[in-house]
């Protein structure tokens, strides 16, 4: 027969109840940190454990103060919320860490628009109702060439707003060799369907003509659309349709040309030292009738989608009901009204969008941050690890010029002894109060530098010095 466990009752009678831990200092100190409910919850849930746990074998009943105290490390383990993060990558506009990082004024801007009232749909000069839109229309006029503009929530949105505009019920044609999909399950056939166009492919993967296009256009075509394969390259026996030919054709055909151009940028980043890619004047200049772009690519704002083009779509456009659903809230317009503002200036845009500022930083700028941070960083850090530096590639990230990545240099962390002590850093960094993100690559964990500002390095390192260093050292082989 197998014999039972004694419940320990002499412990389980020492067992405090809620009521006497919550009349302590210390659960006083939690309700204020944590909340009433999640406070006395998580007390609750400490001794419900340690009762079950008495009833099955012998223990130390804690005293009220212990519960305090483990009521207090299950509260801090809760999975955190969106917090803040060390991006150290190396992919600069990384998704998944919100991509870009807003400019000084671009952050001043939506604070003030979120602690008073501003003037969104309001016409200060005549006191009557006015556009919300208006406050970048201006702007991105100046910026692109085009006509009219205008915002919604993201390019996604842009993209899916001008398909159901003009091509609902209607055909849309678009080359087989421009069907992307992004990462989110934003699939062109799917974004086409689900907007009510008929999708039309014309062309091969590889291969699409003149001809293709012409053959494909009828009187039920609503629009005609050319994409910016960003995020990938086809090489090799390869021909698509340069966008003025085929503004051309659609233009003869009377259909609006739209070019989604993903990221798209408002300057020539060539200007900063970068590889090229296609600007929103240029897509403007060689005759689309519609242009969409992101806010939050390498235009280095808020999250956001622009559609810039012929004054008479737009107005079309922005009659769609959809439109309503689309649009972007007072703090996102007044971040994106100063972002465009700072492109005005072009001498000084490295210096004060950091999405610019980052891509443009030179090799050896950032291998002098790394050999002045190698030193505190390798303290901070077990005898079990070597801490150098190391040349390293950075990436631009959110599909920009994927084959085009940046020299960039990293602190690069390795075990003495086994991979797992290297993973259980990299879990351990993750855990700080504010998490530090590398990457791990050929069994090294490298810190790419290129997005650490000189004004949070010594955050970094204060945030480092919380590592448990003695837990760690439990790994040594
Ligand atoms: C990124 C991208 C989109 C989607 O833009 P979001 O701003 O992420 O919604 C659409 N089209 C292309 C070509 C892109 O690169």
Known sequence: MVSMAEPDTNALRRLPAVATVLATEGAALLLDRHGRVAATDAIRRVIDDVRAALRTSPGVAPDADEVVKRAGNLLDARPAGLRPVFNLTGTVLHTNLGRAVLADSAVEAAVASMSHPVALEYDLATGSRGERDDHVRRLLRELTGAEDATVVNNNAAAVLLCLNTFALRREAVISRGELIEIGGAFRMPDIMLRAGADMVEVGTTNRTHAADYRNAINERTGLVMKVH?????????VAEVAAPELAAIADAAGVPLLNDLGSGSLVDLARYGLAKEPTVREAVEEGARLVTFSGDKLLGGPQAGFIVGDRALIAEINRNPLKRALRVDKVRLAAIEATLALYRDPDRLAERLPTLRFLSRTHADIEAQAHRLQPAVAQHLDEAFVVDVADCQSQIGSGALP????????????????????????????????????????????????CLQESDEASLLATLGELDTAGLAAHRP
Do not use: C, H, K, M
């Open 403 to 450: 084959l085009d990545t940046l020299r960039s240099a990293a602190l690069r962390i390795r075990s003495r002894g086994s991979q797992d002590a290297l993973e259980q850093l990299t879990a351990a960094l993750r855990a700080l109060s504010y998490p530090v993100i590398g990457r791990v690559s050929e069994g090294a964990l490298l810190l790419d530098l290129r």
């Open 229 to 237: 394969t960003s995020n990938y390259r086809i090489q090799g026996f």
